[in-house]
Protein backbone atom coordinates (compact mmCIF):
# COMPACT_ATOMS: atom_id res chain seq x y z
CA UNK A 1 0.00 0.00 0.00
CA UNK A 2 1.21 3.35 -0.84
CA UNK A 3 2.62 5.11 1.75
CA UNK A 4 0.64 8.56 0.22
CA UNK A 5 -2.51 6.67 0.18
CA UNK A 6 -2.10 5.54 3.68
CA UNK A 7 -1.51 9.41 4.74
CA UNK A 8 -4.14 10.38 2.68
CA UNK A 9 -6.44 8.03 4.65
CA UNK A 10 -4.71 9.19 8.04
CA UNK A 11 -6.02 12.47 7.34
CA UNK A 12 -9.36 11.44 6.85
CA UNK A 13 -10.07 9.33 9.51
CA UNK A 14 -7.51 10.55 12.63
CA UNK A 15 -5.70 8.39 14.57
CA UNK A 16 -6.18 4.79 15.68
CA UNK A 17 -5.53 1.84 17.96
CA UNK A 18 -2.07 -0.20 17.63
CA UNK A 19 -4.13 -3.54 16.25
CA UNK A 20 -3.48 -6.55 14.37
CA UNK A 21 -5.20 -5.14 11.40
CA UNK A 22 -3.05 -2.10 11.34
CA UNK A 23 -2.33 -0.62 8.46
CA UNK A 24 -5.80 -1.80 6.78
CA UNK A 25 -8.22 1.06 6.50
CA UNK A 26 -9.82 0.72 9.56
CA UNK A 27 -6.72 0.85 11.30
CA UNK A 28 -4.61 2.94 9.10
CA UNK A 29 -0.55 3.10 10.61
CA UNK A 30 0.27 6.27 12.63
CA UNK A 31 4.04 7.57 12.38
CA UNK A 32 3.82 7.27 16.22
CA UNK A 33 2.63 3.97 17.60
CA UNK A 34 0.44 4.39 20.29
CA UNK A 35 0.18 1.97 23.19
CA UNK A 36 -2.22 -0.58 22.67
CA UNK A 37 -5.84 -0.53 24.03
CA UNK A 38 -5.88 -3.92 24.69
CA UNK A 39 -3.84 -6.43 25.71
CA UNK A 40 -3.89 -10.70 26.68
CA UNK A 41 -3.97 -10.85 30.58
CA UNK A 42 -6.15 -9.96 33.27
CA UNK A 43 -8.86 -7.18 32.32
CA UNK A 44 -7.26 -6.50 29.42
CA UNK A 45 -7.09 -9.52 27.96
CA UNK A 46 -9.63 -11.44 25.45
CA UNK A 47 -12.23 -12.22 27.72
CA UNK A 48 -12.85 -8.26 28.78
CA UNK A 49 -12.07 -7.26 25.30
CA UNK A 50 -16.16 -6.12 25.38
CA UNK A 51 -15.52 -4.66 28.59
CA UNK A 52 -12.78 -2.23 27.46
CA UNK A 53 -15.30 -0.46 24.92
CA UNK A 54 -18.73 -1.98 24.51
CA UNK A 55 -19.86 -0.15 21.64
CA UNK A 56 -16.68 -0.57 19.59
CA UNK A 57 -16.27 -4.08 21.26
CA UNK A 58 -19.29 -5.55 20.50
CA UNK A 59 -18.84 -8.86 18.41
CA UNK A 60 -15.58 -9.87 20.86
CA UNK A 61 -18.69 -11.27 23.05
CA UNK A 62 -21.85 -11.54 20.48
CA UNK A 63 -20.69 -11.87 17.31
CA UNK A 64 -21.54 -15.55 16.00
CA UNK A 65 -19.02 -16.06 13.30
CA UNK A 66 -15.44 -15.32 15.42
CA UNK A 67 -11.92 -16.59 15.09
CA UNK A 68 -9.75 -18.08 15.90
CA UNK A 69 -11.92 -21.38 15.62
CA UNK A 70 -10.82 -25.57 15.77
CA UNK A 71 -10.14 -26.36 12.22
CA UNK A 72 -10.94 -29.90 10.93
CA UNK A 73 -8.54 -31.64 9.26
CA UNK A 74 -11.57 -33.66 6.48
CA UNK A 75 -11.94 -29.59 5.79
CA UNK A 76 -8.77 -29.38 4.45
CA UNK A 77 -8.91 -28.70 0.46
CA UNK A 78 -6.96 -27.25 -2.26
CA UNK A 79 -8.70 -24.85 -4.82
CA UNK A 80 -6.97 -24.02 -7.40
CA UNK A 81 -7.91 -20.59 -7.76
CA UNK A 82 -5.94 -19.63 -4.49
CA UNK A 83 -2.72 -18.03 -5.00
CA UNK A 84 -0.41 -15.95 -3.04
CA UNK A 85 2.22 -13.22 -4.82
CA UNK A 86 4.90 -11.36 -2.29
CA UNK A 87 7.58 -9.81 -4.51
CA UNK A 88 10.81 -10.03 -2.39
CA UNK A 89 12.36 -6.93 -0.36
CA UNK A 90 15.95 -6.86 -1.25
CA UNK A 91 16.27 -4.36 0.93
CA UNK A 92 14.37 -5.20 3.57
CA UNK A 93 11.24 -4.16 5.10
CA UNK A 94 9.74 -1.74 8.13
CA UNK A 95 9.42 -3.70 11.20
CA UNK A 96 7.16 -2.63 14.12
CA UNK A 97 6.85 -3.53 17.22
CA UNK A 98 3.15 -2.79 18.49
CA UNK A 99 3.14 -4.36 21.69
CA UNK A 100 0.41 -6.62 20.63
CA UNK A 101 2.88 -7.94 17.92
CA UNK A 102 5.76 -7.96 15.29
CA UNK A 103 4.61 -6.78 12.28
CA UNK A 104 6.43 -6.43 9.22
CA UNK A 105 4.82 -3.72 6.30
CA UNK A 106 5.65 -5.26 2.77
CA UNK A 107 3.50 -5.78 -0.64
CA UNK A 108 1.88 -8.52 -2.07
CA UNK A 109 -1.07 -10.08 -3.75
CA UNK A 110 -3.77 -12.32 -2.59
CA UNK A 111 -5.93 -14.17 -5.53
CA UNK A 112 -9.02 -15.84 -3.96
CA UNK A 113 -11.47 -17.35 -6.62
CA UNK A 114 -11.39 -13.98 -8.70
CA UNK A 115 -11.06 -11.44 -5.83
CA UNK A 116 -7.83 -9.64 -5.57
CA UNK A 117 -6.56 -8.38 -1.90
CA UNK A 118 -3.23 -6.00 -1.48
CA UNK A 119 -1.36 -7.49 1.56
CA UNK A 120 -1.12 -4.54 4.52
CA UNK A 121 1.42 -6.22 6.55
CA UNK A 122 2.26 -9.84 8.38
CA UNK A 123 2.80 -10.47 12.28
CA UNK A 124 2.90 -12.95 14.67
CA UNK A 125 0.90 -15.27 17.96
CA UNK A 126 2.43 -17.10 19.79
CA UNK A 127 1.00 -19.74 20.45
CA UNK A 128 -0.97 -20.15 17.46
CA UNK A 129 -4.81 -18.88 17.35
CA UNK A 130 -6.17 -21.43 15.35
CA UNK A 131 -5.72 -25.52 15.71
CA UNK A 132 -6.19 -27.98 13.95
CA UNK A 133 -8.08 -31.18 15.06
CA UNK A 134 -7.84 -29.65 18.27
CA UNK A 135 -3.68 -29.59 18.38
CA UNK A 136 -1.94 -26.07 19.34
CA UNK A 137 1.09 -25.42 17.13
CA UNK A 138 3.95 -22.78 18.93
CA UNK A 139 3.30 -20.06 16.63
CA UNK A 140 1.00 -18.49 13.68
CA UNK A 141 2.30 -15.95 11.06
CA UNK A 142 -0.97 -13.90 9.88
CA UNK A 143 -0.64 -12.38 6.07
CA UNK A 144 -3.53 -9.79 6.10
CA UNK A 145 -4.70 -8.22 2.96
CA UNK A 146 -7.44 -5.84 1.77
CA UNK A 147 -9.32 -5.51 -1.52
CA UNK A 148 -10.36 -2.25 -3.28
CA UNK A 149 -13.97 -2.54 -1.64
CA UNK A 150 -12.95 -2.32 2.00
CA UNK A 151 -13.12 -6.40 2.57
CA UNK A 152 -10.52 -8.17 4.54
CA UNK A 153 -9.20 -11.41 3.81
CA UNK A 154 -6.43 -13.02 6.71
CA UNK A 155 -4.18 -15.86 5.24
CA UNK A 156 -2.44 -17.82 8.00
CA UNK A 157 0.19 -20.36 8.71
CA UNK A 158 1.16 -22.29 11.84
CA UNK A 159 4.45 -22.87 12.83
CA UNK A 160 6.04 -25.61 14.06
CA UNK A 161 8.84 -26.51 15.90
CA UNK A 162 11.41 -28.06 13.77
CA UNK A 163 15.18 -29.10 12.79
CA UNK A 164 14.72 -26.43 9.72
CA UNK A 165 13.84 -22.35 9.65
CA UNK A 166 11.94 -21.31 6.71
CA UNK A 167 13.86 -18.72 5.51
CA UNK A 168 11.74 -15.98 5.85
CA UNK A 169 11.21 -16.70 9.19
CA UNK A 170 14.97 -16.69 9.81
CA UNK A 171 15.22 -13.32 8.37
CA UNK A 172 12.27 -11.90 10.39
CA UNK A 173 14.01 -13.12 13.56
CA UNK A 174 17.51 -11.66 12.96
CA UNK A 175 15.75 -8.53 13.16
CA UNK A 176 13.86 -8.94 16.34
CA UNK A 177 16.75 -8.38 19.09
CA UNK A 178 16.33 -4.67 17.31
CA UNK A 179 12.68 -4.19 18.23
CA UNK A 180 12.38 -5.72 21.91
CA UNK A 181 9.84 -3.83 23.69
CA UNK A 182 6.26 -1.64 22.54
CA UNK A 183 7.29 1.21 19.92
CA UNK A 184 10.73 0.28 18.33
CA UNK A 185 11.03 0.10 14.86
CA UNK A 186 13.62 -1.02 12.58
CA UNK A 187 14.04 -2.47 9.15
CA UNK A 188 14.62 -6.17 8.25
CA UNK A 189 17.39 -7.84 6.00
CA UNK A 190 16.73 -8.59 2.87
CA UNK A 191 13.45 -10.41 2.46
CA UNK A 192 12.00 -13.36 0.28
CA UNK A 193 8.77 -14.88 0.27
CA UNK A 194 9.42 -17.81 -2.90
CA UNK A 195 9.13 -20.55 0.33
CA UNK A 196 6.28 -19.72 1.73
CA UNK A 197 4.55 -18.88 -1.40
CA UNK A 198 5.71 -22.51 -2.50
CA UNK A 199 4.18 -23.72 0.73
CA UNK A 200 0.93 -22.29 0.02
CA UNK A 201 0.35 -23.75 -3.39
CA UNK A 202 1.40 -27.16 -2.48
CA UNK A 203 -0.16 -27.66 1.14
CA UNK A 204 -4.67 -28.06 1.58
CA UNK A 205 -6.07 -25.02 3.02
CA UNK A 206 -8.80 -24.42 5.26
CA UNK A 207 -11.62 -21.54 4.31
CA UNK A 208 -13.81 -20.10 6.39
CA UNK A 209 -15.48 -16.75 7.37
CA UNK A 210 -14.46 -15.51 10.30
CA UNK A 211 -13.18 -12.27 12.36
CA UNK A 212 -10.49 -10.14 13.48
CA UNK A 213 -8.68 -12.56 16.54
CA UNK A 214 -8.01 -8.67 17.93
CA UNK A 215 -10.73 -6.08 18.96
CA UNK A 216 -12.98 -5.03 17.42
CA UNK A 217 -13.46 -8.61 16.57
CA UNK A 218 -15.30 -6.96 13.40
CA UNK A 219 -16.74 -10.30 11.14
CA UNK A 220 -16.89 -10.95 7.31
CA UNK A 221 -12.99 -11.69 7.37
CA UNK A 222 -12.12 -14.06 4.71
CA UNK A 223 -9.93 -16.83 6.25
CA UNK A 224 -7.20 -19.06 4.54
CA UNK A 225 -5.18 -21.21 6.79
CA UNK A 226 -3.03 -23.82 5.67
CA UNK A 227 -3.29 -27.10 6.79
CA UNK A 228 0.77 -27.81 6.87
CA UNK A 229 2.67 -25.82 9.49
CA UNK A 230 5.73 -24.08 8.77
CA UNK A 231 8.85 -25.28 10.42
CA UNK A 232 11.30 -23.07 12.88
CA UNK A 233 13.43 -24.54 14.96
CA UNK A 234 14.41 -23.49 18.93
CA UNK A 235 16.40 -20.65 18.43
CA UNK A 236 14.46 -18.92 15.94
CA UNK A 237 11.43 -19.87 17.98
CA UNK A 238 13.11 -18.40 21.58
CA UNK A 239 13.80 -15.33 19.69
CA UNK A 240 9.85 -14.47 18.88
CA UNK A 241 8.99 -16.24 21.70
CA UNK A 242 11.28 -13.55 24.01
CA UNK A 243 9.60 -10.78 22.21
CA UNK A 244 5.49 -12.11 21.39
CA UNK A 245 5.44 -13.78 24.96
CA UNK A 246 1.67 -14.48 25.11
CA UNK A 247 -0.63 -13.08 22.28
CA UNK A 248 -3.08 -15.76 21.48
CA UNK A 249 -6.78 -15.08 21.67
CA UNK A 250 -8.99 -18.34 23.04
CA UNK A 251 -10.54 -20.45 20.36
CA UNK A 252 -13.91 -19.63 19.61
CA UNK A 253 -17.09 -21.33 18.99
CA UNK A 254 -17.68 -22.77 15.32
CA UNK A 255 -18.79 -20.39 12.99
CA UNK A 256 -23.12 -19.74 13.77
CA UNK A 257 -22.69 -21.50 17.39
CA UNK A 258 -23.49 -18.79 19.79
CA UNK A 259 -20.65 -16.46 20.98
CA UNK A 260 -19.09 -18.21 24.38
CA UNK A 261 -19.35 -14.93 25.94
CA UNK A 262 -23.12 -14.42 25.29
CA UNK A 263 -23.67 -18.14 26.23
CA UNK A 264 -21.88 -17.77 29.85
CA UNK A 265 -24.03 -14.35 30.04
CA UNK A 266 -26.81 -16.49 29.88
CA UNK A 267 -26.20 -18.72 32.15
CA UNK A 268 -25.05 -16.26 34.94
CA UNK A 269 -27.97 -14.65 34.80
C1 LIG B 1 6.06 -1.51 -1.90
O1 LIG B 1 5.67 -0.87 -3.11
C2 LIG B 1 5.94 0.51 -3.11
C3 LIG B 1 5.31 1.09 -4.37
O2 LIG B 1 5.73 0.36 -5.50
C4 LIG B 1 7.45 0.74 -3.02
O3 LIG B 1 7.74 2.11 -3.00
C5 LIG B 1 7.97 0.09 -1.73
O4 LIG B 1 9.37 0.18 -1.66
C6 LIG B 1 7.56 -1.37 -1.65
N1 LIG B 1 7.91 -1.88 -0.33
C7 LIG B 1 8.67 -2.95 -0.14
C8 LIG B 1 8.97 -3.29 1.28
O5 LIG B 1 9.11 -3.62 -1.04
C1 LIG C 1 15.88 -33.46 14.29
O1 LIG C 1 17.13 -34.08 14.06
C2 LIG C 1 17.40 -35.14 14.99
C3 LIG C 1 18.84 -35.61 14.75
O2 LIG C 1 19.13 -35.66 13.38
C4 LIG C 1 16.38 -36.25 14.78
O3 LIG C 1 16.62 -37.30 15.67
C5 LIG C 1 15.01 -35.67 15.03
O4 LIG C 1 13.99 -36.63 14.78
C6 LIG C 1 14.73 -34.44 14.17
N1 LIG C 1 13.50 -33.81 14.60
C7 LIG C 1 12.59 -33.37 13.76
C8 LIG C 1 11.40 -32.71 14.38
O5 LIG C 1 12.68 -33.48 12.56
C1 LIG D 1 12.78 0.47 22.42
O1 LIG D 1 11.83 1.21 23.12
C2 LIG D 1 12.18 1.42 24.48
C3 LIG D 1 10.96 2.00 25.19
O2 LIG D 1 10.48 3.11 24.49
C4 LIG D 1 13.39 2.34 24.51
O3 LIG D 1 13.77 2.62 25.85
C5 LIG D 1 14.52 1.61 23.81
O4 LIG D 1 15.64 2.48 23.72
C6 LIG D 1 14.11 1.18 22.41
N1 LIG D 1 15.13 0.27 21.91
C7 LIG D 1 15.58 0.32 20.69
C8 LIG D 1 16.59 -0.73 20.31
O5 LIG D 1 15.19 1.15 19.89
ZN1 LIG E 1 -3.20 -11.97 13.81
Known sequence: MARKVLLLILSLTGTCLAHEHHGTTLFPRADDIPP????????????????????KNELCAKGTHQSPIDL????????????????PAPHGAEFLNLGTTVEVITNGT???????????????????EHSIDGKYFPMEVHFVFQAD????????????????????LKAVADSLSEIPSHGNTTTTGPLSFETVER???GSGIFQYSGSLTTPPCSEGVSWTVSC????????????FHNVLKFNARY???????????????????
Open 251 to 269: TQNQPGQINLLQNIANELN
Open 72 to 87: SSSTCGRPNEVWLNIP
Open 149 to 168: DGSLSVTGFPINLGNTTDPL
Open 199 to 201: HFA
Open 110 to 128: LYNKGKMSNLAQFHFHSPS
Open 36 to 55: PAFGYHGINGPLNWYGLDQE
Open 228 to 239: APLSADAEVFNA
